[in-house]
């Protein structure tokens, strides 16, 4: 019966971390998915997770199924920190917020919606962008299209072009977005590049389709938001996709939002509930745990304190890691290429090196990449900087 199923060829992400997890190296060193691990190698605990996650167990109580929306508590707070918490269209409650399984749930959520009420709609994702984008858009019958994004010249941004390509899209059309940090290339717009997209998004009545895994990895958590709050105050028709997978340590629990602006409170309602159809055509309804642990730090002052200030410790150690490795690197690369480890922002730079070099860093010395060349220098620690930087020089002088 399955003799016509071909072997799956792997995920670029997840089968890489499950090959590394395999690799038996004691030197191995993971840069590959997007993880965050403490100075040790370790990856966290957040302090404000493990006090809300310790007064939980003290009150254990039954487990029903949440509604098929989440958590209300959890969708509030997480509404709340994407578009903030005195934003007019929230206190309007011209917002729908639903919880998802990650920001991955999100997106496919999200997805389904707009394939089921936009039909003849086509999407446009960064090039490039996160790998996983496209298979989930596709996914759901979707037409994935490209606009340029990265330029590889200069490991910055080809923002007119960007532009331009945005401004001749047909409408109805819907553009991916990412808020910060972009995934994979670690290069973002300014606030005043921002400020230029979101009137042409406007004019060419597009629909923005903003993912947010990383908010408070960039500048901070208010700053990372401004594209969506800028979208949101412009009215441009806008959807967002939150993640607490990176900013709560919580990658194993799933806990993401889906969030859609719309024009009044009663179109929120419509729009909610058909969000509602699409998780219970997809799993039904999201779990419990996760959702009250972020929940509760995000309502909790004391918890949330804690929160905010270990995320910005985390952020801090990224660009001092980026700062490291870019001094390693000195003399060994050129200056185009050691660059980008400053200039980019968030878990990832876009490294410039070749599948070749990537393959060799992974074989000669078990240090992970991906093929793509994205590195997560949210893995880099002070003990294994020195040994990356060594491993780069050497597979790029091709010694
Ligand atoms: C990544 O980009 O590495 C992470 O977002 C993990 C994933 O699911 O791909």
């Known amino acids: ?82 578009f903030g918490a005195d934003s007019e269209a929230r206190a309007a409650g011209r917002i729908a917020t639903l919880q998802t399984l990650g920001g991955s749930g999100a997106l496919k959520v999200g997805a389904d919606f707009l394939k089921r009420y936009f039909p003849a709609s086509q999407i446009w994702i960064s090039d490039p962008s996160w790998e996983n984008h496209r298979v989930v858009f596709e996914g759901a019958g979707l037409t994935v299209n490209t606009y340029p994004y990265y330029d590889e010249q200069t490991g910055g941004l080809r923002f007119a072009d960007m532009l331009d390509a945005i401004g001749r899209l047909p409408e109805q059309s819907i553009v991916l977005l990412h808020a910060c940090c972009h995934n994979p290339t670690g290069v973002d717009l300014s606030p005043a590049q921002w400020a230029e997209v979101v009137p042409v998004l406007q004019r060419r009545k597009l629909i923005a389709f903003v993912d947010m895994a990383y908010q408070g990895f960039g500048a901070s958590l208010e700053e990372d938001a401004t594209c969506v709050r800028e979208l949101a105050d412009a009215g441009v028709p806008l959807i967002v996709a939150n993640s607490f997978s990176k900013n709560f340590s919580l990658y194993g629990e799933r806990c993401g939002a889906l969030s859609v602006v719309c024009k009044s409170k009663e179109e929120a309602a419509r729009v909610l509930g058909q969000l509602m159809s699409a998780v219970r055509a997809n799993y039904s309804n999201p779990p419990t745990h996760g959702a009250r642990l972020v929940a509760n730090v995000l309502s909790d002052a004391s918890l949330r304190a804690s929160w905010e200030a270990e995320l910005a410790t985390m952020r801090e150690r990224i660009l001092a890691m980026r700062g490291t490795i870019h001094e390693g690197l000195a003399g060994h690369v050129d200056e ?36 793509s060349g994205r590195m997560c220098v949210a893995g880099l620690n002070a003990r294994n900087a020195d040994y990356v930087a060594s491993s780069i020089a050497a597979v790029v002088a091709g010694v």
């Open 1 to 82: 019966m399955f003799d016509h199923i071909p072997a799956y060829p792997g995920d670029p992400i997840l089968s890489l971390n499950e090959d590394f997890q395999l690799d038996p190296r004691p030197n191995k060193v993971n840069l590959s998915i997007g993880i965050y691990f403490d100075d040790a190698g370790k990856l966290p605990v957040m302090d404000a997770v493990r006090r809300a996650e310790t007064a939980l167990l003290g009150a254990i109580g039954p487990r029903s199924y949440l509604p098929m929306a989440g958590l209300p508590l959890y969708r509030d707070a997480a509404q709340a920190l994407v």
């Open 336 to 371: 185009v290429m050691r660059a980008r480890y400053v200039a980019q922002r968030g878990m990832f730079t876009y490294t410039g090196l070749s599948e070749a070099q990537v393959e060799r860093l992974r074989n000669e010395y078990a240090v992970y990449v991906l093929r």
